[in-house]
């Protein structure tokens, strides 16, 4: 339609938009990809394409990735499911096809669209932090509804890429003037703090291992040991601190401040007799929650403080009466009117909002994450239903998905029958998970064992290795951290099921692929 070099800029600002709404916006970027597409059939010489194609055997191997679930198509019987699949999967095919059959970008290019994507993601942070300030028309409940654009899983992945590629841009002095390089360590620094902010556990656990690979890679190196030792110096520390945060969490959980509010007494201060549950075994900051419990005095005080009613839910849809306990358990105290009455106004809004203590109504606290996760842990040893509990209930997950694989070991259950056959599987297996939290397997592997059965998964997870290995820029610092990344999110996400998972993972395995390392012709 146009002349090549029109065609050719089309494609590389497509390329710019796809890299900057990655982050974004899940609509914009299959536009985007759309555009590409059209692009790229418009332009045609589809021979030279073809061509150019064929000498790329890394980037055959990763369409082979989307070829499987076709292939396995043929072992499903719910073919809309399936198909349902396939879209999700169409990314592994469009950019490693469309890329991969296009001439190579010099390094100068790649710059350029890893800069595209370091701004996509200090817009998505920065529309986080909007809505953290209230800036946003966003109820922030819990850290995860920092991630306005993404899933927070998603989003925690990109920005760790972000945050490893906007280092790496600063540290070379080939990418601009100092002001551009200082840009980029404050847009990484501030993104890490995000990070930390969304409190994802998979990301900030990525981030932490890739902070000290980073620092190691380049103390290893000849010119930038001293920066590679505070990296490493850097990521130890975050693991200390993380690891006292928790030792802390934990004893308080286990260690009450005041070991006599958990006895059992007979009388509340006004004469009414307290009632106590032994066999229930939850605690809060160390309490028992269903120990020395008058609900009468409870009722009668809280409807005098609030205009939720004591039997109703609070404004999280949970029981509001087992809210309201949980919150006086933790603050030390009786479940009595003596503690309704002790209530400051703020702590009344807390319980009003679902907040079942003082620490969850500060969503982007480190210490009320940690306490979450080992509340759950507690509650997990106790024998206590997980559902709901984004730690705790993954072993369901996997116990799940690991008696499909025994039922289907050789060829799985198909593209389209995952989550059907896993319904089934929860019922055989008896799950304490209620049906709204029987998920997926949250582990790519699992994920590929599932649908293939383990020979094709061992074909999968060849035709994404093996590229790397055999490719001259394996040893390319952004790769080194691409490929460290994708195989870590692996074990606690299921990366290829979202559009923007495999649309991560296409877009930058091909480019990383297919670029040459010194500045060609192309540039």
Request: glycine share 8%.
């Amino acid at each position: 339609m146009f002349g090549r070099t029109v065609h050719q800029t089309i494609h590389f600002l497509c390329l710019i938009l796809a890299a900057f709404f990655m982050p974004l916006s899940v609509w914009l970027l299959s536009a985007v990809s759309i555009t590409l597409a059209a692009n790229w059939l418009a332009g045609g010489e589809f021979r030279t394409k073809i061509g150019i194609l064929s000498e790329r055997a890394g980037v055959m191997m990763l369409l082979g990735l989307f070829t499987m679930y076709l292939l396995w198509l043929i072992n499903t019987s719910d073919l809309a499911g399936g198909m349902d699949e396939i879209r999700l999967k169409l990314p592994l095919l469009a950019f490693s096809f469309i890329i991969g059959s296009s001439p190579a970008y010099g390094l100068t290019r790649l710059r350029t669209l890893f800069l595209s994507f370091i701004t996509g993601c200090v817009v998505a942070a920065g529309i986080g932090f909007l809505a953290l300030g209230g800036v946003l028309p966003v109820e922030v409940n819990d850290s995860r509804d920092l991630a306005v654009t993404l899933p927070s899983i998603r989003l925690s992945l990109l920005l760790n890429f972000a945050v490893c590629s906007a280092v790496w841009l600063s540290l070379d002095r080939r990418t601009g003037g100092m002001a551009l390089r200082a840009a980029l360590a404050a847009a990484a620094a501030a993104m890490a703090f995000f990070l930390f902010r969304l409190l994802s556990v998979t990301g900030i656990l990525i981030f932490i291992i890739l902070l000290g690979g980073t620092g190691l890679y380049l103390a290893l190196g000849r010119r930038m040991r001293i920066a590679g030792l505070i990296f490493a110096a850097a990521a130890a520390a975050v693991i200390v601190a993380t690891i006292m945060l928790v030792s802390d969490t934990w004893n308080s959980l286990r260690q009450p401040d005041d070991p006599s509010v958990n006895i059992p007494v007979a009388k509340s201060l006004s004469g009414n007799s307290y009632t106590h549950y032994p066999e229930e075994t939850l605690v809060e900051n160390g309490y028992l929650v269903w120990v020395n419990v008058c609900e009468e005095e409870l009722r009668e005080e809280w409807n005098r403080h609030s205009t939720l009613p004591y039997d109703g839910a609070d404004m999280g849809g949970n029981e509001l009466r087992t809210t309201i306990m949980r919150y006086i358990s933790f603050l030390g105290m009786a479940k009595d009117s003596a503690a309704i009455a002790a209530l400051t106004a703020e702590d009344i809004r807390n319980i009003e909002r679902g907040f079942a203590n003082p620490l969850y109504a500060r969503p982007c606290s480190p210490r009320a994450k940690a306490y979450e996760i080992v509340w759950q842990i507690d509650r997990a040893m106790k024998g206590a239903n997980p559902s709901g509990h984004s730690v705790t209930q993954r072993p369901e997950f996997y116990r799940a998905s690991m008696g499909l694989i025994r039922r289907n070991p050789w060829f799985g259950t198909g593209t389209g029958d995952v989550i059907s056959e896993l319904k089934e599987e929860y019922r055989i297996i008896n799950t304490q998970l209620t049906e709204n939290y029987r998920k997926l397997s949250h582990n790519q592997y699992l994920g590929f064992a599932v649908t293939f059965g383990i020979p094709g998964m061992v074909i999968a997870l060849a035709l994404m290795i093996i590229p790397w290995l055999r490719s001259p820029n394996r040893s390319f610092y952004p790769f080194v951290i691409f490929i460290s990344l994708i195989f870590m999110s692996m074990f606690n996400d299921d990366t290829f099921h979202s559009s923007v998972g495999t649309a991560f993972f296409s877009y930058f395995y091909t480019l990383l692929l297919v670029f040459k390392r010194e500045d060609g012709t192309e540039e």
